[in-house]
């Protein structure tokens, strides 16, 4: 009998240890997204969609509805203080490179939940998924 309370302890145990674990990593987690993902994230929730590239390459192409917050930018951390930390973000790059940086910088800043667009614009340049405004 004695058996069998110690091992109902120590699974016990062990439930709530794994069950604590993993709530800190949700909640620390950055989510990587695929366009048709961020596109039902932006039809379902108010988000902030943020494009972490230069204003140049924001200039000649970007998501429909995002603003541009240049990752490079002396003024970066002031601009992402402007966001709304209880909203949704949802970052994107060229390649996923800048808005890893950035998705890691926001969640240390308090951001409660933040989205990455795998692979970047560069990935779903072509996809029928997201709108693209290109400048002409």
């Not at 409660?112 to 795998?118: Q, S």
Request: hydrophobic content about 35%.
């Amino acid at each position: 009998m004695r058996k069998i309370f110690v091992i109902s302890c120590f699974l016990l145990a062990v439930g709530f240890a794994t069950s604590c674990i993993d709530g800190k990593m949700d909640k620390a987690e950055v989510k990587l997204v695929t366009a048709e993902e961020m596109q039902s994230i932006l039809e379902m929730e108010d988000v902030q969609l943020v494009d972490v590239r230069s204003e140049k390459e924001y200039e000649q192409e970007h998501i429909v509805n995002s603003q541009n917050i240049d990752f490079s930018s002396p003024t970066f951390d002031e601009d992402i203080a402007k966001l709304d930390k209880g909203k949704p973000v949802i970052l994107y790059c060229k390649g996923g490179t800048r808005s890893a940086k950035c998705a890691k910088k926001l969640k240390d800043a308090g951001f409660e939940k933040v989205y990455d667009l795998e692979g970047g614009i560069s990935k779903w340049r072509h996809s029928d998924k997201i709108k693209i405004e290109v400048k002409s």
